[in-house]
């Protein structure tokens, strides 16, 4: 019932290489044609669920897929129609299944009866199952590609799906095919990518932080656990459409956002286990800065550019982030190394958790967001004394404070940590202000160099600052006086 697989994307130069690896080990050829159902308004899809039906070699199969609450693992409901000459879609095979006939009610309501087909995948794949220590995994290599009308995409990928056996042997097992073929990670299923073909689009919508819910039954290890699967979920879809080399400015910001939330659960609740590895701080690190250079610039450009035009500024290009730099930021996301950090992430995940006392679970939140909430008033008391880099750091402790109190806002009344994080906000939004300033004021001081009509913005920048900045210590002041709620 629940489908355990990753799936990665195979660079071209490794490709026929790889091919022929199953060649060698005598791989079964199975030829699958598969129809993908949906409603012209996208019911299903919305719900990031999938209804198809799969000729694979002569016996139809009907899948119904649908997400779950771990990143490994997607819902799955498989039903054999048996040699049919072309099958319709067969719904009645839900109603006796309780999890299933919920999932598409939920999803469609009285829209079933506009399901069609949406598009299709033509794919060879060469399928290959090995024992690895007490566990069975299917590696399979696809080759195809997907349709709708008279479009297509191609499909070259492989997967690793886990048959029987611990994901914890799945992860060790993929470790070196990641390193020897330089795979990487692609959380896009084909019926996503089938979907944005379907709608005519190449980039998907950016994917944002979505609510935790805890228990506040469960172990300080348990819930720290949930908190690093749930950055995940919020870093892998945008950091698989980066790596994919079709994407938009929201989807580099969404992935430094995933970044610091990770940075931040890693850094404030690590004691809650001993098997963080100190290393996945500092990568995160270099991996954030990486990303850096293009988020700056895409902010300058969607908004301090038009505010210096509003107050009667000249126009001025910012010099454009390089083709090297963009392929880097590509790059940097289909890299051995941050492929290698994901899956060490998703082991940790996936380890089973220890059995340590429940009782002090809100106590240890509350001695957590205390300490962060005494370092910000303290900050505000001496914010205009303060250096840049104190300033710096002050932003992101108000950062790290709201991001941990969302990690941890269902184990408290909604109403107070909605007054708590709405005093916060202010704070938070003229320090962000503020910081775009301070990386505006560098970029424009080396373009007067060459430019002189940008002494405009290097002054407009220090009068603004000066504004900023006694704005952010207001902010401050205010939170400071702040009830907490823990």
Request: hydrophobic share 35%.
């Amino acid at each position: 019932m629940l489908e355990v697989e990753l799936k990665f994307q195979i660079p071209a130069s490794d490709q026929e290489k790889l091919y022929q690896l199953f060649l060698n080990k005598n791989a079964r050829l199975i030829s699958l044609y598969a129809k993908y159902y949906d409603t012209p308004e996208r019911h299903l899809a919305e719900k990031n669920i999938s209804l198809r039906q799969r000729l694979e070699d002569d016996h139809w199969i009907q899948t119904l897929k649908a997400p779950s609450d771990h990143s490994l693992q997607r819902f799955e409901l498989e039903t054999d129609l048996g040699k049919l000459e072309n099958p319709s879609l067969d719904l009645e095979i839900y109603q006796s299944h309780a999890k299933a006939k919920q999932l598409l009610q939920k999803a469609l309501g009285k829209q079933a009866k506009n399901l069609t087909v949406q598009y299709e995948t033509v794919v060879q794949r060469l399928v290959h199952v090995i024992h690895f220590n007490r566990s069975k995994i299917e590696v399979s290599l696809d080759r195809g590609e997907i349709r709708h009308n008279d479009q297509s995409v191609s499909i070259y990928e492989i997967e690793f799906e886990l048959k029987q056996g611990s994901i914890q042997d799945l992860i060790k097992f993929i470790h070196p095919w990641v390193q020897r073929y330089h795979l990487w990670l692609d959380v896009r299923s084909k019926a996503q990518r089938g979907d944005l073909l379907a709608q005519d689009l190449t980039i998907p919508p950016a994917q944002f932080a979505s609510p935790l819910k805890l228990n506040q039954q469960d172990s300080t290890d348990h819930v720290f656990k949930q908190i690093i699967n749930n950055t995940l979920q919020h870093l892998l879809p945008n950091a698989s459409t980066i790596a994919s080399g079709q994407y938009d400015s929201e989807h580099v910001h969404q992935t430094r956002v995933a970044i610091r939330r990770l940075r931040s659960a890693l850094r404030v609740f690590d004691d809650w286990s001993d098997e963080v590895n100190p290393q996945w701080q500092e990568q995160l690190t270099s991996l954030f800065r990486q990303l850096g250079a293009t988020r700056d610039c895409d902010a300058l450009n969607e908004g301090l550019l038009p505010q210096l035009q509003q107050a009667g500024g000249p126009y001025i290009e910012l010099p454009n982030i390089t083709k090297e730099n963009q392929i880097a930021v590509d790059e940097s996301l289909r890299s051995s190394d941050f492929v290698e950090l994901i899956l060490d992430l998703l082991q940790f995940f996936h380890r089973p958790s220890k059995k340590q006392k429940k009782s002090g679970l809100k106590k240890d939140i509350a001695k957590k967001l205390q300490k962060l909430h005494h370092q910000i008033c303290k900050d505000a008391d001496q914010f205009l004394q303060m250096d840049i880099p104190s300033r710096h750091r002050t932003r992101k402790r108000v950062k790290r404070l709201r991001y941990c109190v969302e990690f941890v806002a269902s184990l408290y009344p909604n109403k107070d940590v909605k007054r708590y994080l709405k005093d916060l906000k202010p704070a938070q939004e003229s320090l962000g202000q503020y910081n775009d300033l301070m990386v505006a004021e560098v970029m424009f001081q080396n373009i007067v160099k060459r430019k002189q009509k940008a002494w405009f913005a290097v002054g407009w920048i220090a009068n603004e600052k000066k504004y900023i900045l006694q704005q952010a210590k207001q902010h401050l002041d205010d939170y400071s006086k702040t009830d907490t709620f823990w």
